[in-house]
Protein backbone atom coordinates (compact mmCIF):
# COMPACT_ATOMS: atom_id res chain seq x y z
CA UNK A 1 0.00 0.00 0.00
CA UNK A 2 0.89 3.89 -0.63
CA UNK A 3 0.31 7.08 0.94
CA UNK A 4 -1.44 9.54 -0.89
CA UNK A 5 -0.27 12.99 0.97
CA UNK A 6 -2.09 16.79 0.37
CA UNK A 7 -5.41 17.83 -0.50
CA UNK A 8 -5.11 17.86 -4.52
CA UNK A 9 -3.13 14.96 -4.93
CA UNK A 10 -5.70 12.94 -2.69
CA UNK A 11 -8.68 15.13 -4.64
CA UNK A 12 -6.98 13.42 -7.84
CA UNK A 13 -6.48 10.41 -6.72
CA UNK A 14 -10.25 10.24 -6.14
CA UNK A 15 -11.45 11.65 -9.10
CA UNK A 16 -9.14 9.42 -11.46
CA UNK A 17 -10.42 6.48 -10.19
CA UNK A 18 -6.97 5.32 -8.07
CA UNK A 19 -8.08 2.03 -6.07
CA UNK A 20 -7.83 4.47 -2.38
CA UNK A 21 -9.35 2.13 0.33
CA UNK A 22 -9.24 4.42 3.30
CA UNK A 23 -8.88 8.35 3.34
CA UNK A 24 -7.25 10.31 7.18
CA UNK A 25 -8.58 13.26 7.77
CA UNK A 26 -7.76 15.86 9.96
CA UNK A 27 -10.58 16.94 12.68
CA UNK A 28 -9.76 20.50 12.51
CA UNK A 29 -10.07 20.66 8.81
CA UNK A 30 -13.09 22.79 7.75
CA UNK A 31 -12.17 24.13 4.58
CA UNK A 32 -14.08 23.91 0.97
CA UNK A 33 -11.07 21.32 -0.18
CA UNK A 34 -11.20 19.52 2.72
CA UNK A 35 -15.63 19.14 2.00
CA UNK A 36 -14.83 18.62 -1.73
CA UNK A 37 -12.77 15.31 -0.55
CA UNK A 38 -15.25 14.12 2.23
CA UNK A 39 -17.69 14.46 -1.11
CA UNK A 40 -15.38 12.48 -3.40
CA UNK A 41 -14.93 9.53 -0.92
CA UNK A 42 -18.86 9.50 -0.20
CA UNK A 43 -19.15 9.01 -4.48
CA UNK A 44 -16.74 6.27 -4.65
CA UNK A 45 -17.32 4.57 -1.45
CA UNK A 46 -14.09 5.28 0.33
CA UNK A 47 -13.93 4.81 4.17
CA UNK A 48 -13.27 8.33 5.61
CA UNK A 49 -11.27 8.40 9.18
CA UNK A 50 -11.43 11.76 11.04
CA UNK A 51 -8.09 11.70 13.33
CA UNK A 52 -5.90 14.21 15.20
CA UNK A 53 -3.60 15.97 13.08
CA UNK A 54 -1.25 14.42 15.33
CA UNK A 55 -1.79 11.46 14.00
CA UNK A 56 -1.63 12.15 10.08
CA UNK A 57 1.45 14.00 10.65
CA UNK A 58 2.85 10.84 12.26
CA UNK A 59 1.72 9.29 8.77
CA UNK A 60 2.75 11.49 6.29
CA UNK A 61 6.40 10.68 4.19
CA UNK A 62 5.86 14.39 3.38
CA UNK A 63 6.51 17.58 5.50
CA UNK A 64 3.36 19.00 4.96
CA UNK A 65 0.31 16.25 4.01
CA UNK A 66 -1.92 19.42 4.75
CA UNK A 67 -4.13 17.52 7.06
CA UNK A 68 -5.67 14.41 5.26
CA UNK A 69 -3.83 11.32 3.96
CA UNK A 70 -5.39 8.38 1.49
CA UNK A 71 -4.14 5.00 1.97
CA UNK A 72 -4.05 3.17 -1.76
CA UNK A 73 -2.69 0.60 -3.35
CA UNK A 74 0.78 0.61 -5.47
CA UNK A 75 1.08 2.56 -7.82
CA UNK A 76 1.24 0.28 -11.17
CA UNK A 77 3.82 0.95 -13.72
CA UNK A 78 2.91 0.32 -17.31
CA UNK A 79 4.88 -1.07 -20.37
CA UNK A 80 5.94 1.05 -23.31
CA UNK A 81 3.12 -0.62 -25.66
CA UNK A 82 0.43 0.37 -22.43
CA UNK A 83 1.99 4.36 -23.93
CA UNK A 84 1.61 3.68 -27.20
CA UNK A 85 -2.06 2.32 -26.95
CA UNK A 86 -2.74 5.34 -24.86
CA UNK A 87 -1.96 7.75 -28.09
CA UNK A 88 -3.85 5.52 -30.60
CA UNK A 89 -6.79 5.48 -27.97
CA UNK A 90 -6.70 9.42 -28.08
CA UNK A 91 -6.31 9.23 -31.91
CA UNK A 92 -2.51 11.35 -31.68
CA UNK A 93 1.13 10.88 -32.70
CA UNK A 94 2.55 9.65 -30.15
CA UNK A 95 4.36 11.75 -27.23
CA UNK A 96 6.91 10.24 -24.88
CA UNK A 97 8.94 11.28 -22.36
CA UNK A 98 11.92 9.73 -21.14
CA UNK A 99 13.90 10.47 -17.81
CA UNK A 100 17.93 9.92 -17.87
CA UNK A 101 18.96 9.99 -14.01
CA UNK A 102 15.97 12.44 -12.18
CA UNK A 103 16.33 11.48 -8.91
CA UNK A 104 15.09 14.49 -7.33
CA UNK A 105 11.16 13.68 -6.01
CA UNK A 106 10.68 17.40 -6.69
CA UNK A 107 12.06 17.50 -10.41
CA UNK A 108 10.01 14.25 -11.08
CA UNK A 109 6.79 15.16 -9.86
CA UNK A 110 6.86 18.77 -11.99
CA UNK A 111 7.89 17.07 -14.90
CA UNK A 112 5.13 14.55 -14.84
CA UNK A 113 2.32 17.71 -13.94
CA UNK A 114 3.91 19.70 -17.04
CA UNK A 115 4.26 16.25 -19.16
CA UNK A 116 0.52 15.72 -18.50
CA UNK A 117 -0.71 19.66 -19.15
CA UNK A 118 1.20 20.04 -22.22
CA UNK A 119 -0.35 16.20 -23.49
CA UNK A 120 2.14 13.55 -22.98
CA UNK A 121 0.75 10.25 -23.73
CA UNK A 122 3.78 8.30 -21.07
CA UNK A 123 6.74 8.86 -19.14
CA UNK A 124 9.69 6.22 -19.31
CA UNK A 125 12.44 5.84 -16.06
CA UNK A 126 14.96 3.49 -15.53
CA UNK A 127 14.04 0.69 -13.11
CA UNK A 128 17.53 1.60 -11.02
CA UNK A 129 19.41 5.24 -11.02
CA UNK A 130 15.48 7.19 -10.98
CA UNK A 131 13.40 8.09 -8.42
CA UNK A 132 10.30 5.78 -8.45
CA UNK A 133 6.55 7.22 -7.51
CA UNK A 134 6.53 8.09 -3.65
CA UNK A 135 4.16 10.16 -1.92
CA UNK A 136 6.55 13.55 -2.38
CA UNK A 137 6.56 12.88 -6.27
CA UNK A 138 2.54 13.07 -5.74
CA UNK A 139 2.49 15.47 -3.56
CA UNK A 140 4.82 17.37 -6.43
CA UNK A 141 3.03 16.73 -9.36
CA UNK A 142 -0.08 17.89 -7.76
CA UNK A 143 -1.98 14.63 -8.21
CA UNK A 144 -1.00 14.60 -12.18
CA UNK A 145 0.96 11.22 -11.23
CA UNK A 146 -2.66 9.68 -11.03
CA UNK A 147 -3.66 10.22 -14.92
CA UNK A 148 -0.06 9.27 -16.18
CA UNK A 149 1.00 5.90 -17.62
CA UNK A 150 4.84 5.55 -16.14
CA UNK A 151 6.71 2.83 -17.52
CA UNK A 152 9.87 1.34 -15.91
CA UNK A 153 12.43 -0.01 -17.99
CA UNK A 154 15.63 -1.89 -17.32
CA UNK A 155 18.07 -0.48 -20.19
CA UNK A 156 17.34 2.76 -21.66
CA UNK A 157 19.39 2.67 -24.89
CA UNK A 158 17.98 -1.01 -25.69
CA UNK A 159 14.16 1.15 -24.48
CA UNK A 160 15.40 3.91 -27.56
CA UNK A 161 16.12 1.61 -30.26
CA UNK A 162 12.74 -0.17 -29.25
CA UNK A 163 10.87 3.20 -30.04
CA UNK A 164 12.53 3.77 -32.93
CA UNK A 165 11.92 0.48 -34.30
CA UNK A 166 8.39 1.32 -33.36
CA UNK A 167 8.64 5.21 -35.78
CA UNK A 168 9.33 7.17 -32.69
CA UNK A 169 12.13 9.75 -33.08
CA UNK A 170 14.03 10.61 -30.25
CA UNK A 171 14.90 14.15 -29.14
CA UNK A 172 17.63 14.31 -26.37
CA UNK A 173 18.25 18.11 -24.79
CA UNK A 174 22.05 19.23 -24.30
CA UNK A 175 22.82 22.10 -23.34
CA UNK A 176 25.80 21.83 -26.58
CA UNK A 177 23.14 20.50 -29.09
CA UNK A 178 23.25 21.92 -32.86
CA UNK A 179 19.33 22.15 -33.08
CA UNK A 180 17.41 24.46 -31.23
CA UNK A 181 13.93 23.70 -29.81
CA UNK A 182 12.13 25.72 -31.62
CA UNK A 183 13.50 24.59 -35.24
CA UNK A 184 12.42 20.93 -34.18
CA UNK A 185 9.43 19.49 -35.77
CA UNK A 186 7.47 17.74 -32.81
CA UNK A 187 4.42 17.22 -34.70
CA UNK A 188 6.15 13.48 -35.70
CA UNK A 189 5.85 10.49 -33.32
CA UNK A 190 8.18 12.34 -30.51
CA UNK A 191 10.40 11.21 -27.28
CA UNK A 192 11.63 13.96 -25.32
CA UNK A 193 14.77 12.92 -23.56
CA UNK A 194 15.40 14.98 -20.00
CA UNK A 195 18.89 14.46 -18.67
CA UNK A 196 19.80 15.15 -14.45
CA UNK A 197 20.98 18.59 -13.63
CA UNK A 198 24.50 17.56 -12.44
CA UNK A 199 25.41 14.97 -15.17
CA UNK A 200 23.02 15.33 -17.77
CA UNK A 201 21.81 12.56 -20.13
CA UNK A 202 24.78 9.64 -20.48
CA UNK A 203 26.48 8.86 -23.47
CA UNK A 204 24.62 5.70 -24.56
CA UNK A 205 21.32 7.27 -24.35
CA UNK A 206 22.71 10.32 -26.21
CA UNK A 207 24.64 8.64 -28.74
CA UNK A 208 21.32 6.74 -29.43
CA UNK A 209 19.13 9.50 -30.07
CA UNK A 210 17.93 11.33 -33.37
CA UNK A 211 18.63 14.80 -32.68
CA UNK A 212 20.25 16.71 -29.70
CA UNK A 213 18.44 19.98 -28.54
CA UNK A 214 18.94 23.04 -26.88
CA UNK A 215 17.20 25.65 -25.37
CA UNK A 216 18.84 29.07 -26.27
CA UNK A 217 19.55 30.90 -23.34
CA UNK A 218 21.22 34.07 -22.09
CA UNK A 219 23.45 34.45 -18.73
CA UNK A 220 26.26 32.84 -16.62
CA UNK A 221 24.36 30.22 -15.11
CA UNK A 222 25.23 27.04 -17.06
CA UNK A 223 21.45 25.35 -17.83
CA UNK A 224 17.90 25.50 -16.62
CA UNK A 225 16.67 23.45 -13.85
CA UNK A 226 16.16 19.84 -15.58
CA UNK A 227 11.90 20.45 -14.69
CA UNK A 228 11.78 23.61 -15.97
CA UNK A 229 13.81 22.92 -19.24
CA UNK A 230 11.30 20.03 -19.61
CA UNK A 231 8.33 22.31 -19.04
CA UNK A 232 9.57 24.86 -21.93
CA UNK A 233 9.73 21.57 -24.64
CA UNK A 234 7.13 20.39 -23.59
CA UNK A 235 4.76 23.53 -24.15
CA UNK A 236 6.57 23.99 -27.63
CA UNK A 237 5.77 20.46 -28.43
CA UNK A 238 1.62 21.25 -27.08
CA UNK A 239 2.29 24.40 -29.64
CA UNK A 240 3.21 23.23 -32.74
CA UNK A 241 0.52 20.09 -32.10
CA UNK A 242 -2.34 22.72 -31.38
CA UNK A 243 -1.41 24.71 -34.82
CA UNK A 244 -1.57 20.92 -36.62
CA UNK A 245 -5.27 21.01 -34.59
CA UNK A 246 -4.17 17.44 -33.02
CA UNK A 247 -4.89 17.43 -29.35
CA UNK A 248 -8.05 16.21 -28.44
CA UNK A 249 -9.73 18.24 -25.51
CA UNK A 250 -6.98 20.27 -25.00
CA UNK A 251 -6.93 23.27 -21.92
CA UNK A 252 -8.18 25.97 -21.94
CA UNK A 253 -5.85 28.05 -19.97
Not at 86 to 99: C, K, S
Request: charged share 25%; net charge positive.
Amino acid sequence: MRTIEGKNPVKEALRSGAKVTEVYISNSAKDKETAKIIELCRQNGVVVKFVDKSKIDKMAQTKNPQGVIAIAREFEYCDIDDILAEARQRGETPFLVLLDGITDPQNFGSIIRSAHLCGAHGIVIEARNSCPVTPAVEKASAGAVEYMKIARVVNLRRTIEELKEKGIWVFATDASGPKPVYECDFTIPTCIVIGSEGKGISRLVKEGADFLIKIPQKGYVNSFNASVAAGIIFFEVLKQRLKEGEIKGALNG
